[in-house]
């Protein structure tokens, strides 16, 4: 079944993509004691459709948040449906707003806080919801100051502005959990972090593909693509991380390796002084030297019980990035008797 690739995705600029509840609900769930009297900001959510902020605001109390912002660029791509909040009043020429919020309270009385109380605070709350002087930009003057109160970001920003949306939180010293693709881990400035240690892969989402819902106008020409009853628009995409600087325990847990190295098993590079792993659950336990492992070895990556020196390069030899000495003339992929054998990165297991 063929699936959505967020690369083409980015070059395509087709990059409003809408996280499902149930996905947010799932990796949320790791960072629950980082929140509690945080200001959380989820600053490319519009709350009439965002999943983002009907979370943090219908947990709001359950998570003991300070603050709750969140805002939106001009205009909306996705039409009227009974699935938004209050979809009488949602127009796809609406102005860039915020919303902040500093209490959710039981409105209608039934025992818990639900999307009905959020839209009861929304409607009758005095300065809940405000235009934005501008564009709503993450990357405007306003939405910066608005970013600088914030302890925590949690969102899925556009994929093709990932590179810049990153680096303006790292920038910032923020704290974030973030929606991005598999392949940004091979963005140098991302890697650096991965490297440093400062960045690394959320807890719910290792492999497979996930459901979001887009806009109207989004083209459906693949499997994995559906058309609800509402005649809401839905596209499965494979490579999907969570990506944050928020720890939680799971990172921890040391991977099992069963496997003894064979060095038959386990050739080593033409151009770099390490062995080829071509499955990360295959990682011998017993080679004390470098390792060339996949990508998702990060799904993994335990930083008590590996080291990561670098990232083999796509072309040209970059020292920074790659991180161990390069053997070869000219090519810098990894290279077995001349062939290819994909990204790798290397690393050496901590004695």
Known sequence: MAYIDLANARKAKKDEFYTSLGDIEAEMHFYEPHFRGKV????????????????FAMNFNYLGLK?????????SPVADSELLLFPEEHTTDKKARKIVITEVQDNNGDGAIDLA????????????????????????????????????????PPFSLFREYLAQLVNFNKQFIIIGNINAVSYKETFQLIKGNRLWLGASIHSGDREFRVPDDY?????????????????????????????????????????KYDPEEY???DNYDAINVNVTNEIPKNYPDIMGVPITFLDKYSPDQFEIFGMSASA????????????????????????????RIFIRQIK
């Open 67 to 75: 603050k709750l912002i969140a805002t939106c660029y001009n205009g």
């Open 117 to 156: 109380d959020v839209e009861w605070l929304i409607r009758n709350e005095k300065n809940v919801l405000t235009e934005l002087k501008g564009n709503g930009d993450f990357r405007s003057d306003e939405c910066i100051e608005l970013l600088k109160e914030a302890d925590i970001v949690v969102t899925n």
């Open 316 to 343: 040209g030899y970059n020292a920074e990035i790659v991180g161990i000495p390069f053997l070869g003339k000219k090519d810098a992929r990894p290279l077995i008797d001349g062939k290819n054998t994909y990204a």
């Open 40 to 55: 959380v900001l989820c600053n490319c959510d519009d709350p009439y459709e965002s999943n983002f902020f009907k979370y």
């Open 219 to 259: 083209p459906l020409n693949a499997a994995g693509q559906r058309i609800d009853e509402h005649g809401i628009k839905y596209i499965r995409v494979k490579g999907v991380r969570w990506f944050t600087n928020i720890d939680y325990p799971q990172r921890h847990e040391k991977l099992e390796l069963y496997k």
């Open 267 to 269: 050739p080593k590079y």
